[in-house]
């Protein structure tokens, strides 16, 4: 083997970012329509950050009535607004974040708006909200 050749081990030396000396660099999804995927690990998306979703809406968005549009859109109100979720959950499901009161979801081929209410710990179901 020639000294000019690079290894496997120098290759991964060479591509080490400063955060892989405090932690975990990237996970696979094992949930949502994301499964399998790689994911860089981000300090904001960390487990103990979680977000109750206050209201799923077209934001600025014309809805059409029509069948698919309710269909998503009973299914986004019953299956997130009320319930609280660990930031890195919505995240694998495909959720962008803007801020802490608000992230995008791309469902049905529309874009989503969801209203976020950032929480200290994982809480039971907002009562009057989606289906139980």
């Not at 109100?77 to 803007?98: D, K, P, V, Y």
Request: net charge neutral; charged share 25%.
């Amino acid at each position: 083997m020639s000294t000019d050749t690079p290894n496997i081990k120098d290759a991964i030396s060479t591509n080490v970012s400063p955060s892989a000396a405090s932690g975990q660099e990237s996970y696979v999804v094992t949930e949502g329509k994301k499964r399998g995927s790689t994911r860089e690990v981000r300090d904001e998306a960390a487990h103990d950050r979680f977000y109750t979703v206050l209201k799923v809406h077209g934001g600025d968005a014309i809805l059409t009535d029509n069948w698919q549009t309710n269909e998503v859109f009973g299914h986004l109100r019953n299956n997130f607004e009320g319930i609280t979720f660990a930031m890195r959950t919505l995240e694998a499901w495909g959720a962008m974040f803007e801020n802490d009161k608000r992230a995008y979801y791309t469902a049905g081929g529309r874009v989503w708006v969801l209203d976020l209410e950032a929480c200290a710990a994982k809480k039971p179901r907002l009562p009057g909200t989606g289906k139980g």
